[in-house]
């Protein structure tokens, strides 16, 4: 996808449907590695998303979660689970952000320490990168919510809501405002 001059959109394709079906035909084997196909889900992921067809990138994501969370990979993974794990996020972000949707896979157990002290010197943009992955992923959550899901409501239930959402945006704020005194300067 990269250099269609060079590789035609149809190679790129012929490789995503192979390994699709290979990623399948290893899903249904119960002694399956779980790490090569959590890592082949993601990588579709990413052919998905840069494909630019709509209906085709969350085919993956929904499964690549579920692998990824079968590893036991979270915010605390290293190596290739970590990389599997925020890349998936990311992506899922990405998507929920064009569609309205919110992410599916929880912010607050992903297992990221929001911890956030003035840094006044480069360093931890990857940790700072993932706080503000985490703070989005809530304000898609929030934002997919917008609109309250019941009709003919009295004015009280109605003032309630707008109470409670202007309080949970209130956080939202006061998360996105620690994030940006705190990050390092090589973030301004």
Known sequence: LVNPATYPEEHALNYYNNATQLL???LQNPDRDSVLCATTATILNVY??????ALQRMNHIAGARALIKEC???????GIGSACFW???GLELFSCLHFNWGVAWDPDTWGIDMTMNPQHMAGNEEDWTHKILW???KITNFRSTAQPRFQDTSVHAEQV?????HQQWLGLKQFCDRWHRCVPPTMH
């Open 87 to 89: 890349l998936n996020v």
């Open 48 to 53: 998905e998303v840069m494909s630019e067809k």
């Open 24 to 26: 399948l035909k290893s």
């Open 72 to 78: 036991r990979w979270d915010a605390t993974a290293t």
């Open 161 to 165: 809501w707008l109470h409670q959402r």
């Open 135 to 137: 703070i989005l992923s």
